[in-house]
């Protein structure tokens, strides 16, 4: 069965560095998703991603963040520079064409120290 | 009033017992509404699409009212495997804009 990849799945920052989260969408989906959930907390929507652009995004989504799919198959997520309260489990979705059922990825786990 | 509401919990019941969660959200805009479980430190994982016309999967029934804006969620015959969280989901604008509830935890007790 076809399944969404994230990598790495635990990623340990310092503040104020850069990190990038990867993943790879189950192939022939077209829509894209980042979501967060803080430990203890809900899952939070970031953005959404169709045909090579942002179609929705969150208040949490600023300037500080950005996505990317730079070959068709990778989706990414950049945080330019990372916060304490960015610590948390990173979840990268996808869904096909027509269809509603997102298929959300394992999660990269970001503690940023 | 939250987007998407609904108790946190937790439920703790026997197994074999009948449980039913419930859900309420605020867009009335909104137009599509699932039903996730997630398991401890774990991705969500779709347990059920819901519609107007409530469905059923086996011990599960989901039924959605438009009108008072609330989804439920039934379990039937409660197995120790059905612990989990149980995350309403409702979507917006084609899919593009997705809100989670906080979710209800479940503890099936032997």
């Known amino acids: 069965e076809p399944e969404v990849t994230q990598t790495p799945s635990h990623q340990v920052t310092q503040m104020g560095q850069e990190v990038i989260l990867r993943c790879v969408p189950i192939s022939n989906h077209l829509y894209f998703y980042w979501y967060r959930q803080i430990l203890g907390q809900k899952v939070e929507f970031l953005v959404s991603f169709y045909n090579n652009e942002i179609s929705e995004k969150s208040e949490i989504f600023d300037d500080q963040f950005s996505v990317e799919r730079p070959d068709g198959s990778n989706f990414t997520l950049k945080i330019r520079s990372t916060k304490l309260e960015d610590s948390a489990m990173y979840f990268c979705?996808?869904?096909?064409?027509?269809?509603?059922?997102?298929?959300f990825g394992p999660g990269t786990r970001l503690t940023v120290l | 009033r939250k987007e998407v509401e609904q108790d946190p919990g937790p439920f703790n019941v026997p197994e074999g017992a009948t449980v039913a969660f419930n859900c309420t959200y605020s867009?009335?805009?909104?137009?599509?509404f699932f039903w996730y479980r997630q398991d401890c430190r774990k991705e969500p994982k779709l347990l059920m699409s819901?519609?107007?016309s409530g469905n059923e999967d086996g011990r599960f029934t989901a039924q959605l009212n438009r009108a008072s804006q609330y989804i439920s969620l039934l379990i039937r015959d409660s197995k120790l495997s059905d612990s989990a969280t149980y995350l309403c989901?409702?979507?917006?604008?084609?899919?593009?804009?997705?809100?989670f509830g906080t979710g209800t935890k479940l503890q099936v007790i032997p």
């Open positions: 867009n009335s805009a909104s137009q599509s």
């Open positions: 819901v519609y107007s």
């Open positions: 979705a996808s869904k096909g064409p027509g269809r509603h059922t997102q298929y």
């Open positions: 989901v409702v979507t917006a604008g084609g899919y593009q804009k997705v809100t």
